[in-house]
């Protein structure tokens, strides 16, 4: 996950989180409003995904969410539509902030994979695409979709 984000889908950008390290071990944390650019509405995680297994498989309307690899590694998909990057999530400092009208795929979880999420809003099924062909045609269109708000 180095180098810059030209190229990347509109508003997708990482996260780099403060590491403090000393002899008691590894303290990582991140602060609503700053580290991620939004109230955080709904907490997740993701752990004990079968091989060959992949999650996400969607974008949402208006929700924006913040993605970091707590213990393990997986691959990540981030789509506007025009523009796809994968990126390797393998470093529990860094993040990547997915805004709203951006479709995300994750798979290749390594086994003991814990997959953090944070969202802007609570969940509500009807603010999801769960088709790749209609994500395609909203973010074609415009219908539906906000505009990304990362800044």
Excluded at 31 to 44: G, N, Q
Excluded at 111 to 130: H, K, R
Aim: glycine share 12%; with cysteine.
């Amino acid at each position: 996950m180095t180098g810059g984000t030209e190229g990347w889908p509109a508003g997708v950008k990482i996260v780099e989180l403060p590491d403090k390290v000393d002899e008691r071990g590894r303290l990582n944390f991140l602060e609503a409003e700053h580290d991620v650019p939004w109230e955080i509405k709904r907490v997740f995680w993701i752990t004990g995904v079968p091989d060959g297994q992949t999650r996400g498989g969607h974008s949402h309307r208006t929700c924006h969410e913040a993605v970091f690899p707590v213990a393990g590694s997986f691959d990540i998909t981030v789509s506007d539509g025009r523009r796809e990057v994968t990126l390797h999530m393998d470093d529990v400092r860094r993040g990547i902030v997915i805004p709203a009208g951006v479709w995300c795929r994750l798979e290749n979880f390594a086994p003991g994979t814990v997959c953090l999420a944070m969202a802007s809003q609570e969940y509500d099924a009807s603010g999801y695409v769960n088709d790749y062909s209609q994500f395609l045609r909203e973010v074609v269109v415009g219908a539906d979709v906000v505009d990304p708000v990362v800044g």
